[in-house]
């Protein structure tokens, strides 16, 4: 399974932002795939995730109510809409999918990963 992720940038506070990230390869194999992120000498965090086939969702607290994952799956491709984004929200980001039954938001139990796109929120 390869991930390639995309749409970060520099906004500022309160701008809206949406990541995407296509899925390649074994996707059959896939049941759920999460946006993670890290902040500048913080650990990798769980903001929300997906499942591959069902389209159930759950979210952070720190993000509820601002950030909305999608997916599509005939572009095998999901989506992080973020809007208002403050400059906590600043960090690489990150999209990961996992092959385990069940949901995580556990970093070890996500089996690949993308390359991580800077996101930039400036105050």
């Known amino acids: 399974v390869q991930l390639q992720a995309s749409g970060g940038g520099l906004v500022q506070a309160g701008d809206s932002l949406r990541l995407s990230c296509v899925v390649s390869?074994?996707?059959?194999?896939?049941?759920?795939m999460g946006w993670f992120r890290q902040a500048p000498g913080k650990e990798r965090e769980l903001t929300a995730h997906?499942?591959?086939?069902?389209?159930?969702?759950y979210y952070a607290d720190s993000v509820k109510g601002r950030f909305t994952i999608s997916r599509d799956n005939a572009k095998n491709t999901v989506y992080l809409e973020m809007n208002s984004l403050e400059p906590e929200d600043t960090a690489v980001y990150y999209c990961?999918?996992?092959?385990?039954?069940?949901?995580?938001?556990?970093?070890?139990?996500?089996?690949?990963w993308g390359q991580g796109t800077l996101v930039t929120v400036s105050s």
């Open positions: 390869g074994r996707t059959s194999s896939v049941t759920v």
């Open positions: 997906i499942s591959w086939s069902g389209g159930s969702t």
């Open positions: 990961a999918a996992r092959l385990g039954t069940g949901w995580s938001i556990r970093v070890y139990e996500y089996d690949y």
